[in-house]
């Protein structure tokens, strides 16, 4: 009965090549986001959508793109992955855009080689 | 600056001690403000919403002065679990959802 689910939990792959990570909630929200957290563990806000439609892009490259089929998934998409990408992405969720209590999936951690 | 500054940390207290945090921001028009917690290698959760007039939950208390665009968080009777990482938050606007995190202050509670 996980909320916010993410995969892969782990992904190690090369520079350059292209990477999808799934989220997934199971709560009946409005509002998804992602983040980074680098090795510094500064957590940073990517992207937010509410209701499939994207309302935050915090200055993120182009080659991120995240993509919301439904309302209980935001998925993200990498291309040509630096070696600056490597962090802990975290998929969140929040009941709609006036609650702002945030449940947060488990985290991918991305290692770019 | 950065928008959410903390005290850098870390903080290492005997179990029972009472421990204060202290977060700043820079954006007046920042509408509200949250204490979250995570711990090593984990996601980040919500301990508390603060409100204006200051909360407490158990061993909790959080401070808002938005005059001096100032937070706090007291622990009391400080736990062994108590020990992570406490991440400032703030809303930006009122739309959008953006939201602010502080780099955190990371709590050691030791036996």
């Known amino acids: 009965d996980t909320a916010v689910s993410q995969t892969p939990k782990y992904l190690v792959t090369q520079m350059g090549n292209d990477k999808s990570i799934k989220c997934e909630q199971n709560?009946?929200?409005?509002?998804m986001y992602w983040y980074k957290q680098d090795s510094k563990k500064f957590l940073k806000i990517m992207f937010s959508y509410n209701n499939k439609e994207l309302i935050i892009n915090e200055t993120v490259p182009n080659r991120f793109s995240p993509k919301s089929p439904d309302k209980a998934h935001l998925n993200l998409h990498i291309n040509s992955l630096e070696l600056g990408d490597s962090a802990v992405y975290f998929c969140?969720?929040?009941?709609?855009?006036?609650?702002?209590?945030?449940?947060f999936g488990p985290g991918t951690r991305l290692t770019v080689l | 600056r950065k928008e959410v500054e903390q005290d850098p940390g870390p903080f290492n207290v005997p179990e029972g001690a009472t421990v204060a945090f202290n977060c700043t921001y820079s954006?007046?028009?920042?509408?509200?403000f949250f204490w979250y917690r995570q711990d090593c290698r984990k996601e980040p959760k919500l301990l508390m919403s603060?409100?204006?007039s200051g909360n407490e939950d158990g061993r909790f208390t959080a401070q808002l002065n938005r005059a001096s665009q100032y937070i706090s968080l007291l622990i009391r009777d400080s736990k062994l679990s108590d020990s992570a990482t406490y991440l400032c938050v703030v809303h930006r606007d009122n739309y959008g959802q953006n939201f602010v995190f502080g780099p955190g202050t990371r709590l050691s509670v030791l036996p």
């Open positions: 709560l009946g929200h409005d509002t």
């Open positions: 603060v409100y204006s």
């Open positions: 954006n007046s028009a920042s509408q509200s």
């Open positions: 969140a969720s929040s009941q709609d855009l006036a609650v702002r209590e945030q449940f």
